[in-house]
């Protein structure tokens, strides 16, 4: 009898080392494999170069009143103008004329959180919704627009102080870019 606890004892022993051994070994097979494996899933998350570019912040007190700057978002032109009181009033009026693609002005300036806008700001992707060129401003020297706002010069198409199509082959209006105000003075778009 004494034998068999004895042997017992033993077996006990034994099958915890084998258990530790089981558990060390899946441990390190564990850790070996999520360490070879991290560089694959790693390298699918976008480069530190790209995520740089995906916001561009913009300091609205250097764009006089009835001008606009273009800045860059993502390698593409953003028109970031700031209106006239006049370029206000001719949008407001025109949010209940015949157009290809309605919205109103206030839509217009809203800012991607929902939040709304300033109406004498409006962020605009800078590119044609005809064929992507990127239209001129009404104050530029070869404009050749009826509605005060942007016309490009490739196939005429025509927008207003809102950046709505009024005439022309574009079959929607300028995008709004995704911004939001930082402060008073600037805004991130992105």
């Known amino acids: 009898m004494a034998e068999a606890t004895a042997g017992g004892a033993h077996e006990t022993l034994e099958t915890t080392r084998r258990d530790f051994i ?13 360490a070879t494996i991290w560089p694959f899933i ?7 170069d790209t995520r740089a570019m ?15 700057i273009k800045a860059i978002w993502q390698g593409k032109p953003v028109f970031v103008r700031h209106r006239t009181p006049a370029e206000i009033s001719q949008a407001l ?19 991607s959180n929902g939040s709304p806008g300033k109406a004498e700001w409006l962020i605009l992707q800078a590119n044609c919704t005809h064929l992507g060129c990127v239209p001129l401003p009404s104050f530029d020297p070869g404009y050749r627009g009826h509605y005060g706002g ?22 929607k209006n300028l995008y709004v870019a995704p911004y939001v105000y930082l402060n008073d003075t600037s805004i991130r778009i992105g």
């Not at 995906?54 to 606009?68: A, C, D, F, K, R």
């Not at 942007?150 to 079959?171: E, M, V």
């Open 22 to 34: 089981f558990i060390a070994a899946g441990a390190v097979g564990a850790v070996g494999t999520a």
């Open 42 to 48: 790693d390298q699918m998350n976008p480069a530190a």
């Open 54 to 68: 995906s916001t561009t912040e913009v300091n609205l007190s250097q764009i006089p009143v009835g001008q606009e």
């Open 93 to 111: 009026r025109d949010d209940y004329a015949q157009l290809k693609d309605p919205q109103m002005d206030e839509d217009r300036t809203k800012q």
């Open 150 to 171: 942007w016309f490009c010069p490739c196939h005429g198409s025509d927008y207003d102080t809102s950046g709505r199509i009024r005439q022309g082959p574009a079959p």
